[in-house]
């Protein structure tokens, strides 16, 4: 293209919101959509935990719940091209296979995903939809206008109607990949192609702010407040970490960069963050690794597919990613070595002509983007090997502990506590917290839903909870946030959940020891208790009034702490003193006196685990 002709065409694309280039048509229905189940499938396979030495994993189970059609644009079927769930709403997008610009967005009811209901339609006779985006109310869609190319579509949802806020033109002739993270999103277009940084600090009407050139730009992901990462160069494809530039168009050349083999001109690429591991979906060369650590792009390794790899999601444990790979349909990869990723299981309904295009996992719900096939919703189970205990000596809520820390202990804790993936949550508050920091179990319950999950919240009856109680549950969540549990019915209960294989997390300051005379928590903690932590090293700490301890988590190499490695915050409650019992517990944070000049070398444990695969390790099992 003509230099001069391309600047041109930068400086309108800053400027240029189309008000209606489209034609548009918006409805919706309360009928039911589905077109019935599949019939269950289960494989099984082995999964070994890090050291690759012992099994926690031996089936996963998934089950066809619903099939969606694809909507019909003047007479023609379109092609589901994206996936997003938020509550419990499925948003999914459509485009045109070939030469014509036909695309539709739908909002599907998913509260019974046996049975969606299609809540709104954006039907788009003049224009593709291949990617959506959510925040808030506002649904951000790229595609493609059959007038005036890449394009990015704003929605709103209000009161249960859609409304389409805007479109504004965008460099390219097809906008190929989108993120929005808070007041900025990136989106990639391949021809021209380039990364198109865009201003949402007004959501209803976002606008592009600037536009770096890259050929073939086909995925793009922010990795913080002014960096992003981009996949762009056809059949010579590199990945490159990018700054972003201090004034528009002042752009300097990438930070690092990474080739990547196996992508092809013209098909979608797709990436997912697993903590700093970048999985990248790289057409037909397979699904390849990256670390980002340290700044830079690392090659970890490669998986070969038998389809065209798409869409990935990992299941909220994060030890395995579910993959749209094509024609091959669903597959599921061990995500815990990244180094020598495996194929686990493989899924597919080869009653239709469907292509795995992109998925979005929430809890046991799979949704997929099943191209010409519609949007497909399935459940899904992962049967793990044993129960897991986690205990938190500290109230969530504490003034020291940031929130984000905290929200992410909290959602850590209970996806890997979980004895399968997803897990259904009961948090319980202890009757007997004689109004200490009261509001801390319902403070972690918001924390929790917060983050998507569908949490059912108790208060412990009197003389304690039964078996009835907690059964249909995963995750049993017990908090007494500054007093010890008193009931000893409650005790023998949480123990035969955990011997049947359910998980439990035992959370507050005070958990180490009963009010019950002759009555051990060692057997959910595996931790011997010393006192309660009034005093430490000389120094009085208590109700945020005194000293403060200094909590800090380990690097140990943990689920529960990914991500949290070497952070650290004060405590200013009581925190009890105990030492593990080295039965295969593993401590992944630990309580010192703030500001100890280095004369007091004592500690204190405050996140501890417990999973049977560690005690078979220790006993050589």
């Not at 943990?558 to 517990?585: A, C, K, M, N, W």
């Amino acid at each position: 293209m003509n230099r001069a002709l391309y600047s041109g065409l930068l400086s309108l694309s800053l400027t240029a919101c189309i008000a209606e280039p489209e034609v548009m048509e918006i409805g919706e229905s309360t009928a039911s959509i589905t077109e019935g189940e599949d019939e269950a499938q289960f494989e099984v396979f082995s999964m070994l935990d890090e050291t690759g030495s012992v099994v926690v994993s031996n089936g996963m189970e998934l089950r066809g719940l619903s099939r969606i059609s694809s909507p019909i644009i003047d007479g023609q079927s379109v092609q589901a091209t994206d996936i997003l769930i938020a509550d419990n709403i499925v948003y999914a997008t459509y485009n045109t296979a070939g030469e014509s610009f036909r695309g539709a967005l739908q909002l599907i009811d998913i509260s019974d995903p046996e049975v969606p209901v299609l809540l709104q339609e954006a039907r788009l006779y003049n224009s593709e939809a291949n990617r959506v985006q959510v925040q808030g109310d506002y649904i951000y869609v790229a595609g493609g206008d059959n007038a005036v190319g890449a394009s990015l579509y704003t929605f709103q949802l209000t009161a249960g109607a859609l409304e389409h806020l805007s479109t504004v033109a965008l460099l390219g002739y097809q906008t190929t990949m989108l993120q929005v993270d808070d007041d900025r999103g990136y989106a990639t277009s391949g021809d021209p192609g380039g990364v198109t940084v865009l201003d949402l600090s007004n959501p209803a009407e976002p606008h592009a702010a600037d536009f770096l050139e890259l050929p073939d730009a086909r995925y793009v992901a922010g990795l913080g407040s002014d960096e992003f990462i981009v996949l762009a160069g056809g059949t010579e494809a590199e990945l490159a970490r990018y700054n972003l530039p201090e004034a528009p168009g002042q752009w300097l050349g990438p930070s690092t960069t990474a080739s990547v083999d196996g992508v092809t001109i013209g098909a979608p690429s797709w990436g997912n963050l697993f903590g700093n591991d970048l999985y990248i979906s790289a057409d037909i060369g397979g699904l390849a690794t990256f670390s980002l650590d340290d700044g830079g792009i690392a090659p970890i390794g490669v998986l070969p597919t038998q389809g065209d790899a798409n869409g990935l999601a990992p299941t909220p444990d994060r030890r395995i990613a579910i993959l749209a790979n094509g024609q091959e349909g669903l597959v599921a990869i061990d995500s815990q070595n990244v180094a020598n990723a495996n194929v686990l299981a493989s899924y597919d309904m080869p009653s239709d002509s469907g292509s795995a295009n992109a998925i979005a996992v929430r809890h046991d719900l799979i949704a997929l983007a099943d191209g010409r096939g519609g949007v497909k919703l399935l459940d899904y189970n992962v049967n793990n090997v044993g129960a897991r205990l986690t205990t938190i000596l500290m109230t969530f809520s504490n003034p020291g502990i940031p929130e984000s820390i905290a929200a992410t202990l909290a959602r850590q804790a209970v996806n890997w506590t979980s004895p399968r993936s997803p897990s259904r949550v009961i948090v319980i508050r202890d009757d007997a917290h004689s109004g200490e920091s009261s509001m801390d179990t319902q403070f972690v319950v918001e924390l929790l839903r917060g983050q998507g999950y569908e949490v059912d919240y108790m208060e412990e009856p009197p003389g304690g909870i039964e078996t009835s109680d907690i059964e249909d549950y995963e995750v049993v969540w017990f908090s007494n946030p500054g007093w010890p549990l008193d009931d000893r019915l409650t005790f023998n209960t949480l123990v035969a959940f955990s011997q049947s294989g359910g998980g439990v997390v035992l959370q507050g300051d005070d958990m180490t020891w009963t009010s019950q005379s002759n009555l051990s928590l060692s057997p959910l903690t595996y931790l011997e208790n010393i006192d309660n932590g009034a005093r430490f090293c000389g120094v009085g700490i208590d109700n945020n009034n005194g000293g403060k301890y200094r909590v800090t988590f380990t690097d140990t190499d943990h689920p529960v702490i990914d991500g949290l490695h070497g952070e650290s915050f004060t405590y200013g409650d009581d925190v009890d003193r105990s030492v593990p019992l080295g039965q295969g517990e593993e401590v992944l944070a630990w309580a010192t006196l703030d500001g100890d000049d280095g004369s007091c070398m004592d500690r204190s444990p405050v996140v501890i685990t417990f999973g049977p695969e560690r005690a078979a390790q220790l006993q050589g099992l």
